[in-house]
């Protein structure tokens, strides 16, 4: 957002929020895939197959702090920091660009994080557009959702966001 604000890119993906504060200085949008449900993977965690085999408890810690984390962003006691922690992060000045930010967020939070076999697919599908091999990988061979699953199963998940309020 900085380098398109000073003229040294003339083009940028960015987040939500920060494309509402450049579009309410005058600045357009050129593609918005946010109404298509369109989204990448920024919401997966990746790791190699050794760190998966070697470390599966510092992987199941990641994952719940992770849904407790979407559980604090998304109940009304984690507004004011999570709206402060977007606007810091993303240098948003603009009060209702942070709010936008943080309705997209919450439009794109899941609650039971499971992997999302369409949304790969979907990805793929994209990817081989550019380099048709992408058609090769079986995706579903990429999901490990035991983490998850676990969490979810001993009630984990349900107890998060019912500590924070969230429902």
């Known amino acids: 957002m900085q380098a398109l604000e000073e003229g040294r890119i003339d083009g940028a993906v960015l987040p939500s929020a920060q494309s509402k504060q450049l579009t309410n200085k005058g600045y357009s949008v050129l593609l918005d895939l946010s109404p298509l449900s369109i989204y990448g993977a920024q919401d997966a965690l990746v790791v190699t197959t050794t760190f998966l085999r070697e470390h599966p ?54 609650r039971k994080p499971y992997p999302s076999v369409e949304r790969l697919l979907n990805m793929q ?39 924070v309020g969230a429902g």
């Open 57 to 110: 408890n510092s992987i199941e810690g990641i994952v719940a702090g992770l849904i407790e984390g979407a559980a604090f962003v998304q109940s009304a006691k984690g507004k004011s920091a999570t709206l402060e922690t977007i606007k810091t992060e993303l240098m948003i000045t603009d009060n209702a660009a942070a709010d936008a930010g943080l309705l997209q967020l919450s439009k794109v939070i899941v």
């Open 125 to 163: 599908r994209i990817m081989s557009i550019v380099a048709p091999t992408a058609m090769n990988v079986k995706v579903t061979d990429l999901i490990e959702d035991r983490f998850v699953k676990k969490l979810d199963e001993s009630g984990f998940i349900d107890a998060a966001y019912a500590s």
